[in-house]
């Protein structure tokens, strides 16, 4: 197991996202715009609680609210971020699976 090391030699082991409720989630962005990492993505959810992509080109009527999802896990590097900037604390955090 490896041991990660703050820059003041302290352990610090890394909380990477594991989940997104989306029931809470409102869309801000705050998380996504901490990340600079492409971990995150913003996506719309019809009437029938089902996620669908939010294009430019597209008329958006369809879409009821909007809510942030995890596009690329594997980019995470558990800094925690993305979960202090969420006023909802919508997110779920823990060790690599």
């Known amino acids: 197991m ?3 090391l703050n820059r ?3 352990p610090w082991t ?3 996202i594991l989940a997104i409720n989306s029931d809470d989630c409102i869309g801000c962005g705050r998380c996504y715009k901490v990340c600079g990492h492409n971990v995150l993505t913003l996506m719309g959810i019809n009437e029938d609680d089902e996620f669908v992509a939010l294009n430019d080109d597209d008329d958006d009527d369809e879409i ?6 995890i596009a690329n896990a594997g980019n ?3 800094c925690g971020s993305c979960g ?3 006023g909802k604390n919508c ?3 823990g060790a690599a699976a």
Not at 64 to 69: E, P
């Open 64 to 69: 009821v609210r909007k809510a942030m999802t």
């Open 91 to 93: 997110q779920s955090h």
């Open 76 to 78: 995470c590097i558990g």
């Open 84 to 86: 202090r900037v969420c």
């Open 8 to 10: 003041g030699g302290e």
């Open 14 to 16: 890394p909380a990477y």
């Open 2 to 4: 490896t041991v990660h």
